[in-house]
């Protein structure tokens, strides 16, 4: 009686399932998903840009390209062209006519392609040095539909001919570690100008990504000092361990000093930073390096 009772247990359960996995079929079949064929929504490429403006009296205005995109659907070129119009958002800092221009206003997304660049004037000639403002521009319209995420805020960064924001060519790079030295880097550097004479350096040797820095440079006498907080106070950290310069560090290999902490204003634009910095895992352990950067013109 007992293994009868458990087979007709078992086979009551098996019926159950039967039966629920074919009310699942059927409550799927009266509600099909379709995947690929959603809404195609338009917006900016970015939600955010910034544009520096190195500030001549002799051009009043630049012209910049913003990229439109969609997604949806299948996420693949369409076959049909799609519109975009868009306009400067009424809470946009910088206004239309005073800081910017738009001339067109719709563009087209080519079938077979995904983007499109939208134009704008940027009226160089009535902005003021580090009085960073954005443009705010939205997408009101499209031949598609348009994404909740519909804007984008362009910071137009104003700064004057001194300036030492820009992307640096690494003409020396030296690494040390350990009272040896390891290697020479080369690349790239990018320097973004925070406020007058203080800057924000992207990141260090090797190491790009989460290793910035500031740095501080006296007008007078082009001395450059390697700040050893960042904006908000706080200890500024390279690769883990707390950043060196030389008001307040030991430095093993290389030579911290006015000499080698400078900046030299070129006539055409080619501006020369040197710095050194480095990180502290104490004595006998500093990792230090030497930097002479070139801006690209």
Same mark, same amino acid.
């Given at each position: 009686m007992k293994k009868i009772k458990f087979i007709r247990t078992f086979f009551v359960l098996a019926l159950g399932s039967l039966i629920t996995l074919s009310s699942c079929d059927a409550l799927l079949d009266d509600t099909k998903i379709d995947f690929g064929q959603g809404p195609i929504l338009a917006q900016f490429e970015n939600t955010t840009d910034e544009l520096n403006i190195i500030l001549d009296p002799a051009v009043t205005s630049i012209d910049y390209e913003i990229p439109i995109t969609f997604?949806?659907?299948?996420?693949?070129?369409?076959?049909?062209d799609v519109t975009v119009?868009?306009?400067?958002? $009424?809470?946009? $800092?910088?206004?239309?006519?005073?800081?910017? &221009?738009?001339? &067109?206003?719709?563009?087209?997304? $080519?079938?077979?392609?995904?983007?499109?660049?939208?134009?704008?004037?940027v009226l /160089?000639?009535?902005? *003021?040095?580090? #009085?960073?403002? +954005?443009?705010?521009?939205?997408? *009101?319209?499209?031949?598609?539909a348009v994404s909740d995420v519909n804007s984008i805020a362009l910071t137009l960064k104003a700064l004057p001919e001194?300036? !030492?924001?820009?992307?640096? #060519? *690494?003409?020396?790079?030296?690494?040390?570690n350990s009272g040896s030295f390891i290697a020479n880097y080369s690349g /790239?550097?990018?320097i973004a100008a925070v406020s007058p004479d203080l800057y924000? =350096?992207?990141?260090?040797?090797?190491? $790009? +990504? #989460?290793?910035?820095?500031?740095? /501080?440079v006296d007008p007078d006498t082009n001395v450059i000092t390697v700040l050893d907080t960042d904006l908000a106070g706080e200890p500024t950290l390279l690769n883990g361990s707390p950043i060196m310069n030389c008001?307040?560090?030991?430095?093993?290999?290389?030579?911290?000093?006015?000499?080698?902490?400078?900046?030299? !204003?070129?006539? #055409?634009g080619? =501006?020369?930073?040197? !710095? /050194?910095?480095?990180?502290?895992?104490?004595t006998g352990a500093t990792r230090e390096f030497l930097e002479k950067l070139v801006r690209q013109n």
């Open positions: 997604f949806g659907g299948k996420n693949v070129p369409l076959d049909r119009t868009i306009a400067a958002s $009424p809470d946009s $800092p910088a206004k239309e006519g005073v800081e910017f &221009e738009l001339g &067109e206003t719709t563009f087209t997304i $080519p079938a077979g392609e995904k983007t499109a660049n939208a134009s704008i004037v /160089t000639g009535n902005l *003021v040095p580090f #009085d960073f403002k +954005d443009i705010v521009l939205e997408i *009101v319209e499209s031949s598609e001194t300036t !030492l924001a820009g992307t640096y #060519d *690494v003409e020396v790079g030296e690494y040390w /790239t550097v990018s924000k =350096h992207v990141g260090i040797a090797f190491w $790009p +990504d #989460d290793n910035d820095f500031y740095f /501080t008001a307040k560090s030991v430095f093993e290999m290389v030579t911290c000093d006015d000499t080698t902490n400078k900046q030299t !204003l070129m006539s #055409d080619k =501006h020369i930073v040197e !710095l /050194t910095t480095g990180y502290d895992r104490g």
